[in-house]
């Protein structure tokens, strides 16, 4: 009796570990390129209007109404929550100015003045009314990760960013799989370090990484043969 059970006991381990074996996903699974992108704003876009309302100045934008200044010559107010600044000045009959944007987790968080700027034109929009239009740059990052079978069943790693190539300046050089984890690693001055640390979905297909002071977790999913990662002639 003692004897089955313990036959029992060890075929049931067996078993469970034969069920975990075939749950977790396999190195060559995850070969391929796959792609993740993340958009860090800004979220002040779109129609900015400026009226004079006798001395003073409004301007009117996100759906805010924001006093303006006239400080040296110039039209100026800032967001709240470093969403953004204008300045501009009144040319003839246009408000003739620049937009300014700030850092965000992946462009700058550490700079207190701007990184970003562009001109925004104001045309008459009525009697001391101006209208235009903040077209700020869209602060994008994405990766691309090429994943290559070795012969000793490790994957290699080729990890780009064409935002500011941080996958050659981090020395990317392979990718390692443990169960449902996934680390990215790479070697710089001759030392290896953890680039990025995630998990893998297997049900869904999702590699998932987290890159800290770059923006924080992004989602890998599958790119075609039609990908930007490709040079096009």
Partial sequence: MK?????????????????HAEG??????????????????????????IEREGTA???????????????????RFELPARLGQFRGKIEGRNVLGH??????????????????????L??????????????AH?????FYLLLTPRPDGTLSAVLRNPEFDFGTQQGVERLVLD???VKLIGKRRGQE?????????????????NFPGRGGSYDFTRDGDDSEFYPRG
């Fill in 57 to 75: 100045y409004m301007a009117d934008v996100l759906g805010r109404r924001i006093a303006a200044r006239l400080e040296a010559g110039e039209l």
């Fill in 193 to 209: 370090q953890d680039v990025g640390i995630g998990t893998y979905d297997a049900e869904n297909h999702i590699i998932t990484l």
């Fill in 179 to 181: 169960g449902n984890r």
């Fill in 24 to 49: 977790a996903a396999a190195p060559h699974e995850l070969a391929g390129l796959w792609k993740a992108k993340s958009r860090f704003g800004p979220d002040a876009r779109g129609p900015l209007i």
């Fill in 3 to 19: 004897q089955l059970c313990g036959l029992t006991a060890t075929m049931f381990l067996f078993a469970m570990l034969g069920a």
């Fill in 138 to 142: 869209l602060d994008e990052f994405t």
């Fill in 99 to 120: 937009w300014f944007q700030l850092g965000t987790p992946v462009n700058g968080s550490d700079r207190t003045g701007p990184v970003a700027v562009t001109p925004v």
């Fill in 122 to 135: 104001l045309r008459p929009d009525g009697a001391l009314r101006w209208r235009g239009t903040v077209a």
